[in-house]
C-alpha cells in the first residue's frame, strides 16, 4: 500500500461499514416483508384466495410484461396506471357505494357530509385493521369489502380481457387488446393486484403505518405522510448541506497543493504498442455498441408516441405485434447491451497494454467467443421477450426463456444466466493480463483498484440470482436493485473513474501517484453513499421504518462528491491542450465532459429531487423519475460508453481522423436533445402529475383524467421535438463509428469530400 494506506484503509473500512448495512437491513426485509398468508377468508369462513394464487397471479403478471406496463408499488412504466394504488382506489369507491346503499339506500356521492364522513370513518377501521392471524397464516375479510373486491376484480377482468367497453381505457393505457387471453390466468392477475394493494392499506402489527409506509397517498383512508418519513427527509437535507459544507472546507484546506503536472510526451504513448490481435477483433464490439444504440432510440421513440397514441403508430394498429410494454422492454434492455458492450470493450482494449502491449495466449479467440456469446443473448432475450408477451410462449416457460417482468432485469432466466457467464468470461480474460503484472516491480496500487472494480463488474451482476419466479416482491425487489443500482450506478462509476485515470496516465497526461489517488478517494465517495444508498429505492416496498432512515441518510451522500465534478470537467477539457497530438482523442474528451456534466445535473440534482422520502412519497411512478432516469442513464453511462467507444475506435483505427462535422452534430445535438426532451416535456408531465398526486392522490396522478388532459398530451407531443434533435445526433456517431468501423481511411477521406 505505501504513501497510499490511509486511502486504501479508508475505502475497505466503507465497504466493510455499508455492506455491513446493506446486509443487515437486507435480513430484515425478508423477517418484515408484508406477510402472504396461506389464505385470505370472510367472516364466515369461506375461502376468497391463497397464497398459491397470488403467486400464480404475480407469474401471469410477469407474462404481460410486468413492470413494463404500469407499475406496483410505484416501480415500472408510467403510461398505464400504478395497479396498487388504481385498484386500491377503486376497491375504496366500491366499499363506500356499497355501505352507501345498504345504510342509507342512496350512492354515496348523493349522501349528507355527515353520512359521507360516518361511512369513511367505517372505511378507514375496515381497511387499516390488520386481520392477519399468525398462527393459523390467514386474513379474515369482511363481507362488504369481499363484495367490493369481486366487483374491482370484474373491472380489471374487463380490461385485460379484451372487452369492448374499455377499448378506449386500453388505448390511454397503451396496453394491446386482450392483453392476457387466459380467463384463470385474469382472475389469478386480480388477485395478485389485490394483495398488493392489501399490503398497502393495512396497517402493520405495531399499528403505526401499513407494510408499504403509508403508500400511497390515498385520503379515502387517511393514507399520509408518517412522522419518519418527514424525520429522515429533513435528516438527508441537513446531511446533503453538510456533506457539501465539509467536502469544501476539505477542498480548501486539507487538500495538498498538487504535483505539477507531467510534461506532455511528444507523442501518444499508447500508439508505441503494437495493437494485438485481440485489440484488432474489438472493431465488432465497437459497431454492436451503435447498432444495438439505434436500436434503443428508435424503441424509445416509438414508446414516447404510445403515450399518445397507445395502440398504434399515425394510424397503424402496432400494438398488435409490438405493443407498448415490448417495446419498453426492448428500449430499456438495448441500452443496457449497448452500455455494457462499451465498458467491456474499453477493459479488452486496456487489457494488453496492462500486460506490456501483448496478448496472453488465446486472447483473441476469447474475445471472438464473447461477441457472438453477446449477440446470442440480446437476439435470444429479444425473442423470448416477444413471445412472452404475446402470449405464445408456455406459461411455464415464461420466466426461464421469455419475460422476467421486472425493469431492467427483463430478459429471462436463461439469457440472464448467459449474461453472467458473458461477464465471467469478459473478467477472466481480463484477468489473464492483469494478474502477470501485478507480479512485476513497481506501483501497483492503481491496477489493483482497477482489477477489483472489474472483479466487482463480472461477479455482481450474480445478485440477480437471489430471487426467483415465486419470490416475494419485498425480496426480489431488494435484490433487483442490487443490480439496477449497486451494479450499474455504484460498481460502473468506480470502473469509469479508473479506467479514465489508468488511460490519462498511459498517454503521460497525469501522474501515477495523482491517478492512484483521485480514484482511490473517488471510489471512497461514491461507495459511502451508493451501497447503503440502495435502500432509497426501498422506501414503500414493504419494508419498515429502519430501511428508510438508512436510505435517506446515506443517499443524501452520493450527491455530495457530483458537486466537485464540474472541475473534473474543466481538467478533462483541460487536457486536449496538453499536447498537439491530442486533438485526435478531442471527441472522446469531449463525451468525457459531457459525464461530468449530466453526473452532476441528472444523478446529482434530478437524482435528489426524489430521494427525501417526502418527495418520493408523492412523486414514486412519476415522470419526475423518468426524467432522473433519462438523464443519469443515458446523460452518465450513456455518454460514457459511448466516448469510451470513441477513444478504442481512434486507436484500433490509428489512421482515422474523425469527422468534425459529424462529431459535432453528435455531440450538440444529443446534449441539447437530452435537454429538451427532459425540461420541456418529462420534467412539467412530472410536476403537473405531482400536483395531482399531493392533492388527490397517486391513483389520480396516473389515471385517464390526467394522463390524458389536453396540458399533457400537448407536453407529450413537444417531446417530439427534443427527441428528433437527440435521434439526429444519435445517428450521427452511429455513422461516424459505421465508417470508423467498415471503411478504410481512403474511403473515409474519399466520403469527406
Known sequence: MGEYKKLWWTLLGVLAITFSLLGYYGTEIYRTAPPIPASFVSERGDIFTTEEKILDGQTAWQSVGGMQLGSIWGHGAYQAPDWTADWLHRELVNWLDLAAM????????????????????????????????????????????????????????????????????????????????????????????????????????????????????????????????????????????????????????????????????????????????????????????????????????????????????????TSEWFPYSLVRTWHIQSALFWIASGFLAAGLFLAPIINGGKDPKFQKLGVDVLFWALVLVVVGSFIGNYLAIAQIMPADLNFWLGHQGYEYVDLGRLWQIGKFIGLVLWLILMMRCITPTLKQKGDKNLLVLFMFSCIAIGLFYGAGFFYGERTHLSVMEYWRWWIVHLWVEGFFEVFATTALAFIFFNMGLVSQRMATVASLASASLFMLGGIPGTFHHLYFSGTTTPVMAVGATFSALEVVPLIVLGHEAWEHYKLQKRAPWMDSVKWPIMYFVAVAFWNMLGAGVLGFMINPPISLYYIQGLNTTATHAHAALFGVYGFLAL??????????????????????????????????????????????????????????????????????????????????????????????????????????????C
Open 102 to 317: 345498504d345504510e342509507f339506500a342512496k350512492p354515496f356521492d348523493r349522501l349528507t357530509g355527515e353520512q359521507q364522513n360516518t361511512l369513511q370513518y367505517k372505511l378507514k377501521n375496515d381497511y387499516r385493521k390488520n386481520t392477519y392471524d399468525h398462527e393459523k397464516n390467514k386474513v379474515t375479510l369482511s363481507v362488504r369489502r369481499l363484495q367490493a373486491i369481486e366487483q374491482t376484480g370484474e373491472y380489471y377482468n374487463a380490461l385485460f380481457g379484451g372487452a369492448p367497453e374499455l377499448q378506449k381505457t386500453r388505448e390511454n393505457y397503451a396496453m394491446k387488446e386482450v392483453t392476457l387471453p387466459s380467463a384463470e390466468r385474469r382472475e389469478r392477475l386480480t388477485e395478485f393486484f389485490f394483495w398488493t394493494a392489501w399490503a398497502a392499506s393495512t396497517e402493520r402489527s405495531d399499528g403505526n403505518a401499513t407494510y408499504t409506509n403509508n403508500w400511497p397517498h390515498e385520503p379515502l383512508i387517511d393514507n399520509k405522510p408518517t412522522t419518519e418519513n418527514i424525520l429522515w427527509s429533513v435528516v438527508s437535507i441537513v446531511l446533503l448541506v453538510a456533506g457539501i459544507g465539509a467536502l469544501v472546507w476539505a477542498w480548501a484546506f486539507l487538500r495538498k497543493e498538487d504535483e505539477s503536472e507531467p510534461v506532455a510526451p511528444l507523442n501518444d504513448p499508447i500508439l508505441s504498442f503494437a495493437l494485438t490481435a485481440s485489440q484488432k477483433a474489438l472493431g465488432k464490439y465497437l459497431f454492436l455498441v451503435v447498432a444495438l444504440f439505434t436500436f434503443q432510440i428508435f424503441m424509445g421513440a416509438l414508446t414516447a408516441h404510445y403515450t399518445v397514441e397507445g395502440q398504434g403508430f399515425y394510424g397503424i394498429q
Open 643 to 752: 466516448g469510451f467507444t470513441l477513444l478504442v475506435l481512434r486507436y484500433i483505427r490509428p489512421h482515422l481522423k474523425f469527422d468534425e462535422r459529424l462529431m459535432k452534430v453528435s455531440f450538440w445535438w444529443m446534449n441539447i436533445g437530452l435537454a429538451l426532451m427532459l425540461f420541456t416535456s418529462l420534467l412539467p408531465i412530472g410536476i403537473i402529475q405531482f400536483i395531482a398526486s399531493a392533492s388527490e392522490g397517486l391513483w389520480y396522478a396516473r389515471s385517464e383524467a390526467v394522463m390524458q388532459s389536453d396540458t399533457l398530451v400537448t407536453l407529450r407531443w413537444v417531446r417530439t421535438i427534443g427527441d428528433i434533435v437527440f435521434m439526429i445526433g444519435a445517428l450521427a456517431i452511429t455513422w461516424q463509428v459505421t465508417k470508423g468501423v467498415f471503411f478504410s481511411p481512403e474511403k473515409i477521406v474519399k466520403s469527406k
